[in-house]
């Protein structure tokens, strides 16, 4: 929160909640647009970086930037405020400032800074059964989905492309998890897959840690279903070819369906 010049209070931890109260109140009324831009604010960490901040605030905003407005208004609410801030005189900053805290203005980013899985905010509402549908969660020594364990690291790379992981779960730590994984049922995979190397698929018997920012309480116990499709020489990243995707997903389908993976199919199906 910021101060006026009368000492008033200008906004408040609340702000944010308020913000996504009202977009989650009339998400129907929300442009399309203004929200696939929100879900890709991928370099919106950048706003993290004061220097960055400062040489780009006027003709760049890396963020997407909302506000508790009702009625589906939230993103053009808070674009006019911004806007007022950055074109305001010396003589207008105070009530610039008004706006901004009066509609308790936030930087929205892309979710993945956080929890790319969307477990933890699952599990944050309340969820004691939960289905992970993850591609790759254990390759490499840092993974999104090895994330959710203790022990992992609490800073990941650097902004605008850094990570904050907040764990949420206290048992299995991190490297159990990660051998617990290891040690799945895993599919057939067709001689001719080019992309798909592995379907794996199991459940890992959890049990939270107190985490405040996922809402998350010490104790309770997550019967957390993992399905992990492992691939090879494609991603989500910009320079992959998306014409490959049609063939993994070609490559997924004809794994499931073969015949040497029916009982493992039925057993899917079953669990999930």
Known sequence: GGVSA??????????????????????????????AGASSAAIGGAQLIRGLTELT?????????????PAGASFDAAGEAFDMAHRAD?????????????????????????DNTGVAWAVGSGATEVLAVLNNPTDGVFTNFLALFAGAPKKVGFPPLGQLPSPIFAEPRIHAARQIYSGFPRLSIP????HLKAIAFGTIIATTMDEMW??????KQVRLHVLGVETDNITMAATSDYYSYGRLVGEIID?????????????????F
């Open 191 to 194: 001689a001719n897959a080019l």
């Open 90 to 114: 010396a003589s207008k900053h105070e009530e610039a400032m008004e706006m901004l805290a009066s509609r308790s203005v936030q930087a929205m980013l892309d979710a993945g800074y956080t």
């Open 6 to 35: 009368d000492g008033s209070e200008l906004g408040s931890k609340a702000s944010g909640a308020e913000a996504l109260l009202a977009m989650a109140r009339d998400a129907g009324q929300l442009p399309v647009a203004y929200v």
């Open 57 to 69: 605030g006027n003709c760049l905003v890396p963020s997407s930037l909302v506000s508790s407005a």
């Open 255 to 271: 794994a499931l369906v073969a015949p040497s993976n029916s009982e493992a199919a039925k057993t899917i199906l079953d669990m």
């Open 214 to 219: 996922f809402n998350v309480t010490a104790g």
